[in-house]
């Protein structure tokens, strides 16, 4: 026994053989975040946003899902309207080690703002599509390393017009192979049954009544002039995981914070990571990423999903 022993010690300094924590610990997980990060990251204002690729690089994601990426092109400032200084995106990602980038629209010839969503990788990105009609902010599909995203950004004001968003991406996601797994990302503009506890005390909803007098197009209540829980309620039937959900159950929207979005000063969840149900047992960990840099950089805090290969 005392020979066996010595025989495994010795492979094991040679590096032949790798315990089993080791093996459990390398090479086993992607990392992916989810930001909004507000109006083309209007708070930087450093040279090609240099202040967001050194927050990146520190947290070094796999993939990193991207909202209201407002005066970016992807690569070609020649695409951008006439007198404007673009940023470029393929410039910015690599500079955080990201040289695969994807963005759903070049910026509009006349200047107007879209609001685009991104993707950027360490990996390859392929059989993307890019989706703009129908959809206010467009979205994104892709995949990475054998994982289906998709990225979004639903309408700010219309709880119809998210209804038609949601069914086009379920849609898409239906007529795939059923054993893909989809992770299913973005600022969804909208409230989830599973937070319906923190919103009891009806101050959203007033808020919103009070609001639409300000502002008519805010058609955000649904159609009984209620909060709309239709939109998160038909991701939630079609199988798809909420992760934050999974990692943190008891959560729900309980005090003015800007944990996810607090423009209104009210309790409030609006960006949301999804997961297929064939991947819920992927699931490692997600969270909010809350230091002092997401304090101040967007009126939303990014969210962080790690999960298996």
């Given at each position: 026994?005392?020979?066996?022993?010595?025989?495994?010690?010795?492979?094991?300094?040679?590096?032949?053989?790798?315990?089993?924590?080791?093996?459990?610990?390398?090479?086993?997980?992607?990392?992916?975040?989810?930001?909004?990060?507000?109006?083309?990251?209007?708070?930087?204002?450093?040279?090609?946003?240099?202040?967001?690729?050194?927050?990146?690089?520190?947290?070094?994601?796999?993939?990193?899902?991207?909202?209201?990426?407002?005066?970016?092109?992807?690569?070609?400032?020649?695409?951008?309207?006439?007198?404007?200084?673009?940023?470029?995106?393929?410039?910015?990602?690599?500079?955080?080690?990201?040289?695969?980038?994807?963005?759903?629209?070049?910026?509009?010839?006349?200047?107007?703002?879209?609001?685009?969503?991104?993707?950027?990788?360490?990996?390859?990105?392929?059989?993307?599509?890019?989706?703009?009609?129908?959809?206010?902010?467009?979205?994104?599909?892709?995949?990475?390393?054998?994982?289906?995203?998709?990225?979004?950004?639903?309408?700010?004001?219309?709880?119809?017009?998210?209804?038609?968003?949601?069914?086009?991406?379920?849609?898409?996601?239906?007529?795939?192979?059923?054993?893909?797994?989809?992770?299913?990302?973005?600022?969804?503009?909208?409230?989830?049954?599973?937070?319906?506890?923190?919103?009891?005390?009806?101050?959203?909803?007033?808020?919103?009544?009070?609001?639409?007098?300000?502002?008519?197009?805010?058609?955000?209540?649904?159609?009984?002039?209620?909060?709309?829980?239709?939109?998160?309620?038909?991701?939630?039937?079609?199988?798809?995981?909420?992760?934050?959900?999974?990692?943190?159950?008891?959560?729900?929207?309980?005090?003015?914070?800007?944990?996810?979005?607090?423009?209104?000063?009210?309790?409030?969840?609006?960006?949301?990571?999804?997961?297929?149900?064939?991947?819920?047992?992927?699931?490692?960990?997600c969270d909010i990423i809350k230091d002092d840099f997401t304090d101040i950089?967007?009126?939303?805090?990014?969210?962080?999903?790690?999960?298996k290969k």
């Amino acid at each position: 026994m005392r020979k066996i022993i010595l025989k495994i010690l010795m492979l094991l300094s040679a590096g032949i053989l790798i315990p089993s924590y080791a093996l459990a610990q390398e090479g086993k997980t992607f990392k992916l975040i989810s930001y909004n990060v507000y109006w083309g990251m209007r708070q930087d204002s450093t040279e090609n946003k240099s202040q967001f690729a050194k927050w990146i690089r520190q947290q070094d994601p796999d993939i990193l899902a991207l909202q209201e990426m407002n005066g970016f092109t992807q690569q070609n400032p020649e695409f951008a309207p006439k007198g404007s200084n673009p940023d470029n995106l393929q410039k910015l990602a690599e500079s955080y080690g990201h040289p695969y980038v994807f963005i759903v629209r070049e910026p509009a010839p006349d200047g107007s703002i879209s609001f685009p969503v991104a993707i950027t990788s360490k990996y390859p990105i392929v059989n993307v599509t890019r989706v703009v009609e129908n959809a206010s902010h467009g979205f994104l599909t892709a995949e990475i390393e054998g994982h289906h995203f998709v990225v979004t950004h639903f309408h700010p004001f219309s709880s119809e017009k998210r209804g038609y968003e949601v069914d086009q991406i379920l849609a898409t996601v239906k007529s795939k192979p059923a054993d893909w797994k989809w992770l299913f990302m973005g600022d969804l503009n909208s409230v989830s049954p599973l937070d319906k506890s923190g919103y009891d005390n009806n101050l959203l909803r007033d808020f919103i009544r009070e609001d639409r007098k300000k502002r008519s197009h805010n058609k955000n209540l649904g159609k009984d002039d209620e909060l709309d829980y239709t939109i998160q309620q038909k991701i939630l039937d079609f199988g798809f995981i909420d992760a934050f959900k999974v990692s943190h159950p008891q959560f729900v929207p309980s005090a003015p914070t800007k944990l996810f979005y607090d423009q209104s000063k009210f309790p409030l969840r609006y960006d949301y990571l999804y997961v297929s149900a064939n991947m819920k047992n992927d699931i490692v960990k997600c969270d909010i990423i809350k230091d002092d840099f997401t304090d101040i950089y967007s009126d939303h805090y990014p969210v962080l999903l790690i999960f298996k290969k």
